[in-house]
């Protein structure tokens, strides 16, 4: 593709903080002469929500700080500067085309309320003065590869995945061009905010923490490395995901694919290869089948918009739930009469981090046992999650709930899960004695 003279182009980073198989980038550096990118840290996303919890709390705060400075490193090696503004986008990018005359926006395309508001209103405010170009970069499908349509997504996942499996590819990840010219790069002093200037208090330091990892390209590609193909565990993973101790009982990419620090092709086709190098058996499997539920709660998003929020959810059942402060302070706290409950919810608390097994019954505990609006525990959930992402999130706690895509509409029996998954009480009795605390 021939490059007009003097074109200048930005990339406005969302949730895609990388530089592999990062589409807005590629189409970016194919079409300019110059590329400019920028983040925001949008201080809505700091605010405190009408349910009472801060939007974006300490530890994906923390994640996303190291993340930048790792994506400020890989963009310098490409000849690419990367501007991090404490301002809105709509406030920040109009001024930025005022000093380096962009003709081109690349982003990643969302369709959630929020986010269509930002679009709309830098569409505005930029009045044409530079065209934006969105595009999906946050599925393993594309969602032009979906034979079924977008309208016709089905209430099931079983039914999802099988027309996937069957009839949908995943494309090959993207390639950037060479990199751009030295003098690409801007000579402007712009540094990324530390923790404390977030309005943020370094967290304490956990030793046993299941998640003690940090953000960032290159450490997501360092865990997907380690947990693929130096310690091959990925060939395990089936049989030790339900655990609850450990770095190593999940592959924990959740997090890095969350802000976008690795993306879900990337992972699809590392997996692939370890099946060709090593083994292809069920954990293999069950990895993509994860990627493939990751998915669909997009597409069910997509498909649903706003109804996601509903106290109703997508199935606009009419369920009358409460909002008892005292109760959900008990469950926030870890306090309830649940010790199973209690231990995962110290343990989200102290670290950021709950496993898969213990989300499913703090949720089922806090809309099924105590009738809670699962809307209150979602929000505190996107509050304190290092790994949350708005669909998975939100889809998850409205399957819980009953006013999602699970057809059986389950209650967890609390007892009988922590006696199957924690026979011995290791669990809880680190986070309920703190015994292996440093």
């Not at 002469?33 to 605010?47: E, G, Q, S, T």
């Not at 009419?318 to 870890?334: A, I, T």
């Not at 011995?424 to 009795?429: A, G, H, I, L, N």
């Amino acid at each position: 593709m021939q490059k007009e003279q003097n074109k200048v182009a930005l990339v406005w980073f969302r949730n895609d903080l990388r530089v592999k198989d990062q589409s807005s980038l590629a189409k970016a550096m194919e079409k300019a002469n110059k590329v400019i990118a920028v983040y925001c840290l949008d201080p809505r996303h700091f605010k405190v929500s009408s349910y009472g919890f801060i939007k974006t709390n300490v530890f994906r705060t923390k994640f996303l700080l190291e993340t930048l400075h790792q994506l400020k490193s890989n963009l310098n090696k490409i000849n690419v500067s990367l501007l991090v503004f404490r301002e809105k986008p709509e406030k920040i990018i109009p001024k930025l085309h005022g000093i380096y005359g962009f003709t081109e926006v690349y982003f990643q395309k969302e369709w959630t309320t929020e986010e269509i508001k930002v679009e709309e209103a830098l569409k505005e405010r930029l009045n044409e003065a530079a065209q934006m170009i969105s595009v999906y970069d946050q599925f393993l499908v594309h969602p032009d590869d979906i034979i079924m349509g977008l309208d016709h997504i089905p209430d099931i996942f079983t039914e999802f995945r099988k027309n996937i499996e069957k009839y949908s590819k995943v494309r090959p990840v993207v390639e950037l061009p060479k990199k751009m010219p030295e003098a690409n790069l801007l000579e402007v002093e712009n540094v990324i905010p530390t923790l404390v200037e977030m309005g943020f208090t370094e967290p304490d330091f956990v030793s046993i923490s299941a998640f003690p990892f940090q953000g960032g390209e290159q450490n997501a590609m360092n865990r997907l490395d380690y947990y693929f193909f130096r310690s091959g565990k990925l060939g395990k993973y089936k049989e030790t995901r339900n655990n609850l101790i450990g770095r190593d009982y999940s592959s924990k990419l959740s997090a890095w694919l969350s802000n976008g620090s690795v993306s879900p092709r990337t992972i699809y086709w590392a997996v692939r290869k370890f099946e060709k190098r090593y083994i292809l058996n069920q954990s293999t499997s069950w990895l993509i089948y994860e990627l493939i539920w990751r998915d669909y709660f997009k597409y069910v998003s997509m498909k649903y918009g706003s109804k996601m929020f509903s106290s109703h959810g997508i199935k606009s059942k009419l369920k009358k739930w409460k909002k008892d402060k005292d109760l959900v302070r008990q469950w926030v706290e870890g306090e309830t009469s649940e010790p199973f409950v209690n231990a995962n919810m110290i343990e989200l608390k102290r670290t950021g981090w709950m496993s898969n097994r213990g989300r499913q019954n703090v949720a089922s505990y806090f809309t099924k046992t105590l009738g809670l609006d699962w809307r209150i525990g979602a929000s505190y959930f996107e509050s304190m999650l290092v790994d949350y992402d708005v669909h998975s999130n939100y889809g998850n706690w409205m399957y819980v709930a009953g006013v999602g895509n699970d057809p059986r509409n389950r209650t967890f029996n609390i007892p009988l899960q922590a006696l199957r998954y924690d026979p011995e009480q290791k669990f809880q009795k680190i986070w309920l004695e703190e015994i292996l605390y440093e």
